[in-house]
């Protein structure tokens, strides 16, 4: 049977638009809800950035960067004994369908060196470099909006680790 010319444009239409899916889902597999990034008064030079990921496969956070900081990293905070203790991590899983929050007090993207001071209602680039279920790396843009720098606070904690009003 042959194709009329409409039909064939048709066929190739619907496989560029097929082959452009495929190439989105990679991108739909990890959700970013909710970024923002804590603001700064002139001469801070770190602040911290926090969202909620969620991956429809499993995934893991392998690196982040961004214009506004000299260097960006994974974080976790948590306590040990009565001390609070931070450390950077060489990656974050997102185990497959669970919701990962990125939060005070938590996880967290570490910004350092900042370049600028970063003001509220503004917005700064963050790209997460993500591997995915099939060891794919990608990168992930993300829009962070700068909230007041008191946004997030962790309450005061006393020395048995119990809050403090």
Known sequence: MKMSRSMRYSV??????AGLLAGATAFAQVTVQDAWVRGTVPGQTASGAFMTLQSADGARVVGVST?????AEIHEMKMEGNVMRMRAMPSLDLPKGQTVQ????????????????????????????????????????????????????????GHGGEHMH
């Open 102 to 157: 990125l939060k005070p007090g938590g996880y967290h993207v570490m910004l350092m060196d900042l370049k600028q001071p970063l003001v509220k209602d503004t917005t700064v680039p963050i790209t997460l470099k993500v591997e995915l279920a099939d060891k794919r790396v990608v990168e992930q843009k993300v829009e962070a909006k700068v909230r007041d720098l008191t946004a997030g606070n962790m309450p005061a904690m």
């Open 12 to 17: 190739r239409v619907a496989a560029l638009a």
């Open 67 to 71: 214009p506004v900081a000299g260097t």
